[in-house]
């Protein structure tokens, strides 16, 4: 007997209350280990079109939905039982006469009338989008034969409506399409399994044990996030003769094709592959997810690590243990070395110089930072004012010397120079926060080695490092990147209040431009809602009555978490508010179904003292550039309810959304 689960099972699942999915486990493993148990009490569901389903009683109200085909089982969906009669009744298993693919399937007749005028009188008024696309097309992207008519009555209205109606892969095909892409079918191989297809292969998993099957319930979301969707499938499995590099915006899946591209390049007996990223719990993020997708001999071969401690525990046991010079060290030494050369520098301007351009290019010499261009800096400095900085510079570099002591930085070049980094490969996620050490150091060893880097990122989520050139650290990805325009991950309604928090083009300083247009996602959902307060008291009591209304939805607390911006608000929040309160920088990488942003006042978002210490008009340029990011990021975290508010006067970026 095979067991499968469907993903239509492991969503329903999530909006069930933590009590009730207590006892669907109990269920579901009741089921694999005893699919004739009489205590499930085992119902044919007789008004459905498929005889294939069943349902199963969990207790008085909730019912698993099964599809049974001789001996195989498939858990289908789950929920209240007049709901979960109604689901099986509209639903069908079949193999798509086209693709191959098995679906889940609505019976087009089961649709309420009403919806279809609907898309009928859309369609009298409204261009159709895929009027002239033939049979073959629409049955090669996976839509059923019956919504063929449907689909080409889809307008720019209607569509992500009809999208929903449909087999995920149809769905996600017509949203690619309706924002100027074209679908990559899948290839159909005569006689394959339709489960073993890619399209079903993200949509339905065998369950080979109960343990396996504990896992997938007790972690639904996460096991289904790592599936890899076929249009995302030329990323991984390409090859590529200099550094690649995969961008889109939140939720379009690149830390999933990160996660697929390592395994793919770890396969091969001799390869050493790095997946690493700029932060220690997005690590173990990646950590987790990864024996989803590989065996132990595979994983074997991929060390999954922070890139800074990587680096730092490299250079300790090439060169031996350094102490590293912290920020407040190099502040201090560069207000010493200042006042020592009688020099009038602007405490953070002469900090910022030495970080993004003399510790972060190396640069040893006068001659050289006199003629360097200042990548990364916007501003001109004369050569006499170099001169005078170069005297602060070079003392700090001698203290430091004399002290035994290295920035991290300094770590990164000593690698660079001694070509350490033992692997064949690295995949670095969140890829927009690498700092220019780090990319100089992977780019001398292995920016030349075939399929030797892959980057994914986006630069709308750069909240951490100032940006530069990638090609003045020898790593160059032009014709090589590559962008993901499918939002698996968020709502329509809250990815597109996100995206208006960002320009709709995004330049690099290369040149290079991040096209933010044509992204779509394949669900609907709830608006956001967007509010301004006149006091924190009323903001707390207003977003608590959210948070309760949630609760009685059924929504865990684990699933919500509250947003702000400074330490000082997590600890006068925190105490008022039943979830977890966090920092927006800390929820990066991090997904929810339910996220508040609180707080976001005039003098919060931007940062009021972040302003202030610009000191001059592009250094303000970039702080108010990463407040922007850095809100699209908190937003961005929430899958299904999105809650963003502050005390008037509110902040800019929330007024555009008002």
Known sequence: MTFRIAESFSDALARLTPQEQKAVKTAAFDLQMSPDNPGLSLHRVDRARDKGFWTARVNRDIRLVLHKTGGDTLLAWVGHHDDAYAWAERRRLESHPRTGAMQIVEIRETVEEVVIQRYVEEAVRKPRLFEGEADDALLSWGVPEDWLDVVRDATEDTVLDIAGHLPAEAGEALLQAATGGRPQPAAQVEGADPFAHPDAGRRFRVMENVEELRAALDSPWERWAVYLHPAQREYVD??????????????????????????????????????????????????????????????????????????????????????????????????????????????????????????????????????????????????????????????????????????????????????????????????????????????????????????????????????????????????????????????HQIRRYTDDLLPETLVEPDGTEDNRLGVTSLFNGTAPEVHSFDTRSDEVAAVNAWLKNLAQAGVSSDDVICLVRTSSLVAEVEPLVPVRVSLMHEAKGAEYRAVAVLAIDQDMVPLEERLLSANDEARLDEVVNTERHLLYVAASRARDQLWMSGVAPISEFLQDLL
């Open 238 to 491: 390409r090859d590529f003769n200099g550094p690649a590099r995969v961008i889109g915006s939140a939720g379009t899946g690149k830390t999933v094709v990160a996660l697929h591209r390592a395994v793919r390049l770890a396969q091969d007996q001799g390869a050493r592959v790095l997946l690493t990223t700029f932060n220690a719990g997005l690590a173990e993020a990646l950590a987790r997810k990864l024996p989803l997708l590989a065996g132990e001999e595979v994983r074997s071969r991929i060390t999954v690590t922070a890139l800074g401690p990587l680096i730092a525990d490299l250079h300790a046991a090439r060169f031996g243990e350094t102490v590293i010079a912290s920020e407040r060290d190099i502040r201090t030494l560069l207000h010493e070395g200042a006042a020592a050369n009688d020099a009038v520098f602007n405490t953070d301007f002469v900090y910022d110089e030495w970080s993004l351009v003399v510790d972060a290019w190396d640069v040893r010499d006068l001659d050289t930072y006199r003629d360097l261009p200042r990548l990364g800096r916007k501003v001109r400095m004369p050569a006499a004012r170099r001169d005078a900085a170069w005297a602060i510079f070079e003392g700090v570099r001698t203290v430091l010397s004399t002290r035994g002591m290295k920035t991290e930085a300094q770590l990164a070049h000593d690698l660079t120079e001694a070509d350490v980094l033992p692997f064949t490969h690295a995949v670095i996620d969140e890829a927009q926060d690498i700092s220019v050490p780090e990319l100089r150091l992977l780019g001398r060893i292995l920016g030349k080695t075939h399929n030797g880097l892959f980057f994914a990122g986006d630069i709308g989520q750069r909240i951490f490092r100032a940006p530069f050139p990638w090609a003045a650290t020898g790593v160059e990805i032009r014709g090589r990147s590559r962008s993901l325009k499918v939002n698996y991950r968020t709502s």
